[in-house]
């Protein structure tokens, strides 16, 4: 855990790279020197470039546009200063979603894979900020108790295992309220003598409702 100062890409410093594994990254993680370790360690990554990347095309590949891929292409970088941080071939692949109107251009080293599956490995990442907005929605922490890495960790950690236990209750006893609606009467019942079946034989079944956010902006986007 770091300082706001401090910029993401730099944690690539402190990555000890997997050969054969595969890296998603996002933008911001573009770093052609940091990005080029990886590839001397045997592992892939797989990010989105930006716009001003200059580049030359070594070749194209046979792609299917009704996949939404528009290009496929293996490519070296030209600018003074990329070209002599990663000296090596990469792999450009163009993606049209349909779905968001959005246009996506990926840089890889793996070459190997489908260019579909090239785009479908860095929605995948987006499941880490899924993850992130999880726990601002769900997660009950209005405050935190203590300010150093141990202790925010701890906390957080408490509240994802309390979440879980309930998840587990909620399953095996076959309550139909939904998880927060689960919590909400937890937190105003914990101290009661109650048997837990009774405490919800009253709570009729509602529709997923929307979670409020009155808790810290843990990690803000």
Known sequence: MTGAQVHDVNLLDQLVPEPGAIYLFDRGYLDFARLFRLTQAGAFFVTRTKGNT?????ESHPIDKLTG???????KLTGPKTSRLYPGLLRRVHYYDAEKDLRLIFLTNKFALPALLIAQLYRARW???LFFRWIKQHLRIQRFYGTSSNAVKTQIWIAISIYVLVAIIRKRLGLEPSLYKIL?????TIFEKTPILEAFANVEPQLEEAYPCNQLNLFPF
Do not use: G, K
């Not at 200059?54 to 070594?58: A, G």
């Not at 909400?184 to 105003?188: H, K, P």
């Open 184 to 188: 909400q009467i937890i937190s105003v």
């Open 69 to 75: 891929v528009r290009s496929d292409q293996t490519i």
């Open 127 to 129: 499941q880490v900020e």
């Open 54 to 58: 200059q580049f030359y095309r070594r």
